[in-house]
């Protein structure tokens, strides 16, 4: 679907066509053999412009380090061949035995041009290479200098564009430029093979499409109908957002922006894959709310999302409850058997504790060993039997840790909520009861009820 096409940049420029039907005219006009547009970049250097007949790439860019003659007048000079630049005559197909030199008058400086005019040796009976007097005349003279200055100007335009073109699908940035007038764009390699289109120029209302069937493909489709609503309203508007693509598991950083480009209207795409950042940056996030033992969720993530839910509204005769979780003799398990095994012991208790829990549930590291879940609204006894199942996956069997085995028990305090109770207070509440199932033998629940 890619294509490597540029921008098109014509091969016969307006200033080009002229000079060539210009330089024709004076091969044919004077019997040259070679007519040569030459610009004269500084006063040892200088670089053939164009030819008639066309050069050979290998002349055609050759940069000459060339002094012409002091004793040169303005308009035309018989040039000794021995003058000219001996890489650029050992590279011609003829030896030249002639040479013309055509510098135009200038009223400054010295005229950054010249015409340089070549034949070889002349046959018997043949007419010499002479000169049109015609281009003595003021009128085309000025028109050479400003057919050549010109074509320069289009050959620097035309470098310039091409180093922007490579500059721009060099990138590893998938860009689009906009147009608003005419509706066109500009596709970089990257945006191309990312978007499915041809890169170089493309209409604006393809591209339009193409975008419209990438966001289609993103995971958070609906979510970005809101900004490119946005940017129908408010041509102005600058934007930034993610496009989470389902098919290449890729996240891509998409910023649009209007370009401060005088009287136009344009508009640069820039896509970024992002994908490594944003799941470093996930998990950051993860790392930061887990505990890193139990990869249960830490005290501060705990308290942040039940906050979140805690004031919603319960049904009759229910209500949330807390369930607070310690494991029994912890102490002894570490001293008896080390501190590696009390992390085993944490491990595996806090799987055990999870694995019976619902989504809604939400369960904690509290800190040491101690555990706490919350349960969403429900009814006293419902939440006695939850505790209960808690209880019993932690003492049914032991904990292995390496070749120990490891019997372990949890006590639990358990409170539902009172009316508008705070979170503060009912967890206060359920550790009041830990204490009590503590004191009243362990490996039990106490709640309210007590």
């Given at each position: 679907m890619t294509s490597d096409a540029p921008w098109p940049v014509h091969a016969a420029a307006p200033a080009q066509a002229a000079l060539e039907t210009f330089l024709k005219w004076l091969h044919h006009a004077g019997k040259f053999d070679l007519v040569l547009a030459v610009h004269r970049k500084t006063e040892t250097k200088a670089a053939v412009l164009h030819g008639a007949?066309?050069?050979?790439?290998?002349?055609?860019?050759?940069?000459?380090?060339?002094?012409?003659?002091?004793?040169?007048?303005?308009?035309?000079?018989?040039?000794?061949?021995r003058n000219l630049p001996s890489a650029f005559a050992a590279g011609l197909p003829f030896r030249p035995a002639q040479a013309w030199c055509f510098i135009p008058a200038s009223a400054g400086d010295s005229t950054p041009v010249a015409?340089?005019?070549?034949?070889?040796?002349?046959?018997?009976?043949?007419?010499?290479?002479?000169?049109?007097?015609?281009?003595?005349?003021?009128?085309?003279?000025?028109?050479?200098?400003?057919?050549?200055?010109?074509?320069?100007?289009?050959?620097?335009?035309a470098l310039c564009q091409r180093q922007f073109i490579d500059a721009f699908n060099g990138l590893a940035l998938a860009i689009v430029l906009?147009?608003?007038?005419?509706?066109?764009?500009?596709?970089?390699?990257?945006?191309?093979?990312?978007?499915?289109?041809?890169?170089?120029?493309?209409?604006?209302?393809?591209?339009?499409?193409?975008m419209a069937r990438l966001r289609a493909q993103c995971l958070n489709s609906a979510e970005l109908e809101a900004p490119y609503r946005q940017l129908q309203s408010n041509p102005d508007a600058e934007i930034h957002c993610l496009w989470k693509l389902a098919s290449h598991n890729q996240v891509l950083r998409v910023v649009t922006r209007r370009l401060p480009i005088a009287h136009q209207h344009t508009r640069i795409w820039i896509f970024e894959d992002a994908t490594a950042q944003v799941r470093l940056e996930e998990t950051l996030r993860r790392e930061a709310s887990l505990d890193p033992l139990t990869q249960l969720?830490?005290?501060?993530?705990?308290?942040?999302?039940?906050?979140?839910?805690?004031?919603?509204?319960?049904?009759?005769?229910?209500?949330?409850?807390?369930?607070?979780?310690?494991?029994?003799?912890?102490?002894?398990?570490?001293?008896?058997?080390?501190?590696?095994?009390?992390?085993?012991?944490?491990?595996?208790?806090?799987?055990?504790?999870?694995?019976?829990?619902?989504?809604?549930?939400l369960l904690g590291r509290y800190g040491g060993e101690e555990f706490i879940v919350f349960l969403p609204p429900m009814a006293v006894e419902q939440a006695v039997q939850v505790a209960e199942r808690l209880r019993a996956a932690v003492a049914d069997a032991p904990v292995r840790s390496g070749h120990l085995r490891i019997s372990c028990t949890?006590?639990?305090?358990?409170?539902?909520?009172?009316?508008?109770?705070?979170?503060?207070?009912?967890?206060?509440?359920?550790?009041?009861?830990?204490?009590?199932?503590?004191?009243?033998?362990?490996?039990q629940v106490s709640h309210n009820g007590h």
């Open positions: 007949p066309p050069l050979p790439p290998a002349l055609a860019n050759l940069s000459w380090r060339w002094t012409l003659p002091d004793d040169l007048r303005r308009g035309w000079s018989a040039l000794e061949t015409l340089l005019c070549l034949s070889a040796t002349s046959s018997p009976g043949t007419t010499a290479s002479v000169p049109p007097n015609a281009l003595d005349e003021p009128s085309f003279c000025q028109l050479f200098v400003h057919l050549a200055l010109a074509y320069q100007a289009e050959k620097e335009q906009v147009n608003h007038t005419p509706a066109t764009a500009q596709v970089n390699r990257q945006a191309a093979a990312l978007l499915g289109t041809r890169s170089g120029k493309v209409h604006a209302h393809q591209l339009a499409q193409a969720l830490n005290r501060r993530s705990w308290f942040r999302q039940v906050r979140a839910i805690y004031d919603a509204p319960s049904p009759e005769r229910q209500a949330p409850a807390v369930l607070l979780l310690d494991l029994d003799h912890f102490k002894n398990i570490n001293d008896q058997y080390g501190h590696g095994a009390g992390d085993d012991v944490l491990r595996t208790v806090a799987h055990r504790i999870a694995e019976p829990l619902r989504s809604g549930d949890v006590s639990i305090g358990m409170a539902l909520r009172i009316g508008q109770e705070s979170l503060r207070s009912l967890i206060r509440r359920a550790d009041s009861n830990l204490y009590h199932a503590k004191h009243a033998g362990r490996n």
